[in-house]
C-alpha cells in the first residue's frame, strides 16, 4: 500500500537522523519532536489515502449508478414490480375466467344442436330406407324445419363465444410486456448487485459468501423448461410408472 | 357422485369442475384450501376428492393426512392434481395413501382415466 511507503522517504529519514542524534545527545525535546514529526508524516499520507480510497469507492458508485439508484430500486422499482406481477395474475385471471364463461354457456348450446341433429339423423335414415310412414314424414319435415330455424340463430351464437374466448387472450401481449420489464428490473438488481460485491472485494472469494442453505421441504410448483430440478419427473407416464413400482 | 374440488385458483376449480361435468359428474363443491375443505368434507357426505397440493393455509398433502386419519373420511377417493413433480413428493403422497396422482399441466383424457382407474380399483376391492 501506498501510505506504508512513506516511512521510507526523504522526510522520514531525516527526521529518524534526527531522532537518533538527539537520543544520542540527551535531547529530549527534540527527541520528542522528531518522533511527531514522523507520526504526523505518516497519518498525513494515511489520511491522504482514505481520502483517495473514499472517492474512489464513490466514483466507483457513482459508475455503477448504485449510490442513486439503489434506494430508487428498494423504494420504488421493486414495489412497483410487485404491483406489476400482481395486476398480472389479476389479468391472467380475468381472461380465463372468461375464457370458462364463454366455453360453459357455448356448451349447452352445441348439446341443444347435437341433439337435434341426431334426433333428425336418425329419422332421416328410417326415410332413407323407406321405413318412414307418411305422417312421420310429415314430423320429420317439421323437425327439419324447426332445426334449420334455430340453426342460424346457435351458429352465431356459438361465432359470438368463440370471439368472446378469441379476445380474452389479449392479456397475453398484455402481460408479456409487464413481465419482460420486471425481467429487466431483475437483470438490474443482478448488475448492482454484483457491483456491489465486487467493491466490498469478496467477489469470487468462497470463504466470504453466505452459504446457501437447501430449503428444506418447499414446494417447487411449476417446473419451467430449462430449470428442471433434478428429481422432478418429465410426465404423468414417468409419474404412472413410478406409482405402479410403489404398487399402485 | 358428490365429488370436492380443492384448489387455491378459482381457473383451476372452474377447469376441473367443466372436466368433471363432461364425464358425467355434475355434483361439484369447491374449496379454496384444506382448511376450508376439510369441515366441509366432515359434515358433506362428499364420495370422493380432487385436491391441488401446493395451497395457502392447508396444503393438498396435510388435506390428505386429515382425511386418513378422520375415522368417518379414511376411505374416502382421494385424486391429487398438482404441479408438483417431484419423485420424492409422489412417493410421500402414495405413503400417505393418494389414489391417484395427476400432474399439470393435464388434459381430461389423463384425468378421466385416473378417475376411472380409482373407481375401478375401489369397486374390485369391494
Request: charged share 30%; aromatic share 6%.
Amino acid at each position: 500500500m501506498a501510505f506504508s511507503e512513506s516511512i521510507l522517504s526523504e522526510q522520514c529519514l531525516v527526521q529518524a537522523r534526527g531522532l537518533v542524534s538527539s537520543i544520542e545527545n540527551g535531547c529530549e525535546d527534540a527527541a520528542i519532536g522528531h518522533l511527531r514529526e514522523i507520526s504526523r508524516i505518516n497519518e498525513t499520507k494515511m489520511f491522504q489515502e482514505i481520502g483517495r480510497l473514499t472517492r474512489e469507492l464513490h466514483d466507483t458508485l457513482v459508475g455503477f449508478g448504485i449510490e442513486t439508484d439503489i434506494s430508487d430500486l428498494a423504494e420504488h422499482e421493486i414495489p412497483d414490480a410487485r404491483e406489476r406481477l400482481n395486476h398480472v395474475i389479476k389479468v391472467t385471471d380475468q381472461a380465463a375466467h372468461k375464457t370458462l364463461t364463454a366455453v360453459e354457456d357455448a356448451i349447452p348450446v352445441c348439446r341443444e344442436l347435437e341433439e337435434s341433429a341426431s334426433k333428425i339423423e336418425d329419422q332421416w335414415k328410417r326415410f332413407i330406407s323407406r321405413d318412414l310412414s307418411a305422417d312421420e314424414f310429415r314430423e320429420l319435415s317439421r323437425e327439419i324445419g324447426e332445426h334449420l330455424e334455430v340453426s342460424s340463430d346457435r351458429y352465431s351464437k356459438i361465432k359470438a363465444y368463440l370471439n368472446d374466448i378469441l379476445m380474452a387472450q389479449d392479456f397475453q401481449d398484455i402481460t408479456g410486456q409487464i413481465i419482460r420489464r420486471v425481467i429487466g428490473l431483475v437483470q438490474d438488481v443482478e448488475d448492482k448487485l454484483i457491483g456491489l460485491i465486487k467493491i466490498s472485494g469478496s467477489f469470487g472469494n468462497d470463504d466470504n459468501r453466505l452459504e446457501r442453505k437447501p430449503a428444506e421441504k418447499v414446494l417447487e410448483g411449476p417446473q419451467v423448461p430449462g430449470k428442471e430440478s433434478a428429481t422432478a419427473l418429465k410426465n404423468q407416464d414417468e409419474v404412472d410408472d413410478l406409482l405402479s413400482s410403489l404398487g399402485f | 357422485m358428490k365429488i370436492l374440488i380443492v384448489d387455491d385458483f378459482s381457473t383451476m376449480r372452474r377447469i376441473i369442475k367443466n372436466l368433471l361435468r363432461d364425464l358425467g359428474f355434475n355434483n361439484t363443491s369447491e374449496a379454496d384450501d384444506g382448511n376450508t375443505a376439510l369441515p366441509m368434507l366432515q359434515s358433506g357426505n362428499f364420495d370422493f376428492l380432487v385436491t391441488d397440493w401446493n395451497m395457502p393455509g392447508m396444503e393438498g398433502i396435510d388435506l390428505l393426512k386429515a382425511v386418513r386419519a378422520d375415522e368417518k373420511l379414511a376411505n374416502l377417493p382421494v385424486l391429487l392434481v398438482t404441479a408438483e413433480a417431484k419423485k420424492e413428493q409422489i412417493v410421500e403422497a402414495a405413503q400417505a395413501g393418494v389414489n391417484g396422482y395427476v400432474v399439470k399441466p393435464f388434459n381430461a383424457a389423463t384425468l378421466k382415466e385416473k378417475i376411472e382407474k380409482i373407481f375401478e380399483r375401489i369397486e374390485a376391492s369391494q
